[in-house]
């Protein structure tokens, strides 16, 4: 009996004995946890502190980690109540201070702005030596006051300032496209400051290289045109009229705008955006120092090279898309390829031929200026000279349907 | 020599551009909070050595450790590794497109939970750093190019680095400005803890700043030495190139023909 006692005895105890120190383990553990959080947190508590004799310190006393990553306390929650009057110094204690980055260096510099405001004296000597040496390094060069002044304006002057700017563009348009045909004088009498390999490398950039692309639209072009003629034609028995419809489009319009438009995509964009980082790189000016006319040297070659190129790919456009037409009337119309071929031969003249051809030089002039006019005039950083090869595209294009209008009406006129 | 102390270790790396060997293997370490820096004619690699060391550039073969851990540059891309690193370019690559402001601001935007307030509080700190206080509305383009350096020099401790990285530092500047640099170099050092890597042929530079000094030799393609350069220069067991490269080519002069 006395030997169950002792064992219940025992085991209670032991229980308990267990229990206890599991406790004391987890109050310890949580204590530890809450210790460390309440110590890794930054803080920052103000009181009045003794310095001998003379009126007391306000003393900020610092703990936990200052980082940026941490959430930090702002200056002012912590001196929300305090009453700097009675106060001469405000100093700080570091004791409890774990770790330090540029948070807590906005904080001693937005207590020093305080303490000015204040009138107190602000003495740094007990923070960390680096916390010192940043704090008045940044302290150096006094904060540059001379802001360029926000102008507020009212509407009409906005409106009155957008138009001399719009105007002083206009003029600058002109001026350029003086210029050009200044330059195009001295290139044709030879004092054209260029270099040959500079002008075989761009022919070759703006003809050759460009063939493929606009073969391949210019087939699909007329495939997609005597695709949508058949149908209609069919339902008059008058398939072999494909061939007049295809011909003359290709031949009068397609041909050219599509080439053009390719081009302005292509080649335009490519002038602006080579022109343009030259002068982002002062290359351009670097020229000018040289005495070589940037017009004549960067420009004037483009030109030349887009005049020579674009009829010829409107020659290869015409044939290309005339056979993507033929592709059509032969395989779904009931055309042979000696009927297309004839027909093609009586529908389109000579002439026809001729505007078309004529047509694409003056878009290349178009393309190549857009593109150089945009690049010459980019502005200096990076951003400018996306802008510059965007609006030599949109530019150029919007001028090619324009011209091309001209053209139609002029033609019609004049009866050709 | 106590591993804990080395910050950056290079081992057996070897740079080449396709077959265009740069450099075959060096190795070198740099200390906790030194200032290193890497010199050498124009040309025999220096600013390849530094893109290879901050990952813009891979190692035909070789490693580089940081703080003992292996730098794989591909795996690394844009986490807490690399934001180590603080790097100013030789023309201050700010973005021209944003102010100078806008500038310090995208990092800490992209790598902090920082409330706006606070950016801009920081902003103004790192700026008032390095002399620009007052300047961060600008953009770039209005800046004079010591400024730009300067900027871009506060955009590269935006983050509080461990390593700075200098590409060139005093190029393009005038001695004062780049005495300044220097200057502030060694204080940026000294208040941060930072470890300082400087690509540099500026002898005045190299005097005023280097703790240490790696000479690379773009003939043998391999570095000559490594040492503090007022030591270096004095002492005869060093090769005559690096001291003639330290004397501005006067052991070349004393040995060669007087010029007639």
Redesign the interface.
């Known amino acids: 009996m006395l030997y169950l006692k002792r064992v219940v005895v025992q085991a209670v105890g032991g229980l308990h004995g267990y229990i206890s120190l599991q406790w004391q383990a987890k109050e310890r553990q949580w204590r530890i946890k809450t210790m460390t959080r309440t110590n890794n947190k930054p803080a920052c508590t103000a009181q009045s502190g003794s310095s001998g004799s003379g009126p007391p310190d306000l003393v900020l006393r610092l703990s936990g980690r200052w980082s ?2 941490e959430q930090r306390p702002a200056l002012s929650e912590v001196v929300a109540e305090v009453d700097a009057s009675g106060h001469k110094t405000l100093r700080f204690d570091v004791d409890a201070l774990q770790s330090w ?2 948070g807590l ?2 904080f001693v ?2 207590c020093q702005d305080w303490a000015e405001a204040q009138g107190l004296i602000c003495e740094l000597a007990d923070l960390p030596e ?2 010192q ?2 704090v008045s ?11 360029p002044e926000k102008q507020v304006r009212d509407w009409l002057s906005g409106v009155g300032e957008h138009s001399i700017g719009m105007f002083d563009g206009l003029m600058r348009y002109f001026t350029f496209t003086g210029e050009l045909v200044l330059d195009l004088f001295a290139f044709l009498t030879g004092r054209a400051q260029m270099r040959r390999k500079d002008c075989l490398f761009i022919l070759q950039n703006t003809g050759a290289m460009a063939v493929p692309i606009v073969a391949l639209l210019s087939f699909l072009t007329g495939l997609i045109i005597a695709f949508i003629g058949v149908i209609q034609l069919q339902k008059f028995a008058a398939d072999i009229y494909v061939a007049d419809l295809v011909g003359l489009a290709m031949t009068r319009e397609l041909a050219a705008v599509m080439a053009g438009v390719i081009m302005a995509g292509r080649t335009g964009a490519a002038f602006a955006a080579q022109i343009g980082s030259m002068q982002v790189n002062e290359e351009v000016d670097a020229l000018t120092t040289f005495g070589i006319s940037p017009m004549q040297f960067l420009v004037l070659p483009r030109v030349i090279a887009m005049v020579l190129m674009m009829p010829l790919l409107c020659v290869c456009a015409n044939l290309v898309g005339i056979l993507g037409g033929m592709v059509v009337a032969v395989g779904i119309a009931d055309v042979t390829l000696v009927q297309y071929i004839n027909q093609i031969d009586s529908a389109v003249s000579t002439t026809d031929f001729a505007v078309g051809v004529f047509k694409s030089a003056v878009f290349g002039v178009i393309i190549a200026m857009a593109g150089c006019y945009r690049g010459l005039y980019c502005g ?4 400018s000279v996306g802008l510059a090869a965007t609006s030599a595209v949109v530019t150029a294009i919007t001028w090619i349907v324009i011209a091309d209008a001209v053209f139609a009406v002029l033609f019609h006129i004049l009866g050709i | 020599m106590e591993p804990s102390t080395e910050k950056i270790s290079v081992k057996d790396l070897s740079m080449a551009y396709g077959d265009f060997v740069v450099m075959r293997s060096l190795n070198f370490s740099v200390k906790r909070g030194e200032v290193k820096v890497i010199m050498g004619g124009s040309g025999c690699g220096k600013s390849t050595l530094l893109k290879h060391m901050i990952g813009l550039e891979r190692s035909s073969s070789g490693e580089i450790f940081y703080d003992g851990e292996l730098f794989r540059p591909d795996a690394t891309a844009g986490d807490a590794f690399c934001r180590r690193f603080g790097v100013l370019f030789q023309g201050g690559a700010l ?3 944003m102010t100078v402001a806008e500038n310090i601001a995208l990092p800490l935007e992209s790598y ?3 409330r706006a307030s ?1 950016i801009r ?2 902003v103004e ?2 700026l ?2 390095v ?5 961060g ?1 600008r ?3 209005e800046l004079s190019g010591g400024m730009r350096k300067r900027a871009g020099l506060a955009r590269a401790i935006a983050l ?1 680095p461990q390593i700075l990285f200098f590409d060139e530092p005093s190029a393009g500047l005038d001695p004062l400005s780049s005495r300044r640099l220097d200057d ?1 170099i060694l ?2 050092r ?4 930072a470890t300082v890597v400087v690509v540099t042929h500026e002898l005045a530079s190299i005097f005023a700043i280097a703790d240490s000094a790696l000479f690379l030799d773009a003939e043998t393609k391999s570095a000559l030495c490594d040492g503090n350069p007022n030591d270096l220069i004095d002492d005869p067991t060093v090769d005559s190139k690096v001291r003639n490269f330290l004397k501005r080519g006067e052991l070349d002069q004393a040995t060669a023909p007087a010029i007639k």
């Open positions: 940026l990553a980055d540029t260096l906005i510099r937005s680096g916390v040496n940043m390094l940044s302290r150096e060069v006094p904060k540059n006051r001379n802001m200096k950083d990076a951003a | 973005w021209t497109s902090t939970r920082l606070e509080e920081v700190f790192k008032s750093l002399g620009l206080a007052g300047f509305h953009y770039p383009s509080d502030l204080e940026l000294a208040a941060l803890g």
